[in-house]
């Protein structure tokens, strides 16, 4: 009977600690995602504040009330107004690499169809509008002299230059055209990033329908054989 009574009392146990366990975890994760949903809160507002008011205008309190979060949340995430940034533009890039890769695999194996689509996704609504290339131009023009976001940016952009130089070189091999791939790869970057600038800077003839059609003008002038 005592030998019985302990079992059972063991088994108790386990079941409690167990349970115990498992509300622990999920404190856990619920406490990890609400840092998360806030922390997202803080770079959306930071966003807005940039596209509002420009770099330096951007204060802790601005993004606080922007979030509709006090002042405290903020300084508890982030801790200063250049880790905020620093993180706001971490995320920036994040959806923009996230918004191009998703494009190249829709495209499948055909080189052709993944240049035209990633030039494509560079006009996107959800990634080309007026907030987030505002919010862009604001980090550009710091990025000079900060090293911080010089870096940030170094690798992402020499990747994404490399998936531009492959693709170049894959079209010329199959049209035999007798431009250099890294040439070719730098001026429909160039050609990419000077119509966001058009862009950024709301020039009257620039929208992104018009950057659209100036980005396909110029993938048929380059590559005549594979657009017509």
């Given at each position: ?60 309190a601005d993004v606080a009330d922007g979030a509709g979060l006090s002042r405290g949340i903020v300084n508890f995430h982030f ?150």
């Amino acid at each position: 009977m005592l030998e019985t009574v302990t079992s059972m009392k063991t088994s108790e146990a386990r079941d409690v600690l167990a349970e115990t366990t498992r509300k622990s975890d999920a404190e856990k994760r619920g406490r990890k995602a609400s840092k998360e949903v806030r922390q997202l809160q803080l770079i959306e507002a930071t966003i807005d504040s940039l596209a509002r008011r420009g770099y330096a205008e951007t204060t802790m309190a601005d993004v606080a009330d922007g979030a509709g979060l006090s002042r405290g949340i903020v300084n508890f995430h982030f801790e200063s107004k250049e880790k905020l940034l620093i993180a706001t533009l971490q995320h920036m890039y994040d959806e923009y690499s996230a918004h191009w890769r998703a494009a190249l695999q829709k495209a499948g194996d055909d080189p052709a169809r993944q240049l035209q689509q990633l030039v494509w996704a560079d006009f996107d609504r959800s990634i080309c509008n007026k907030r987030k290339l505002a919010a862009w131009l604001a980090f550009w023009g710091e990025a000079k002299s900060r090293p911080t976001y010089q870096a940030l940016s170094s690798s992402r952009d020499n990747y994404y230059q490399q998936v531009f130089i492959d693709l170049c070189t894959a079209l010329k091999q199959s049209g035999a055209y007798a431009y250099e791939p890294q040439v070719m790869a730098l001026a429909l970057s160039a050609m990419l990033e000077g119509l966001w600038l058009r862009l950024m800077m709301g020039t009257e003839d620039t929208t992104r329908e018009t950057a659209l059609q100036a980005a396909n003008a110029f993938l048929a002038a380059a590559f005549p054989k594979h657009y017509g």
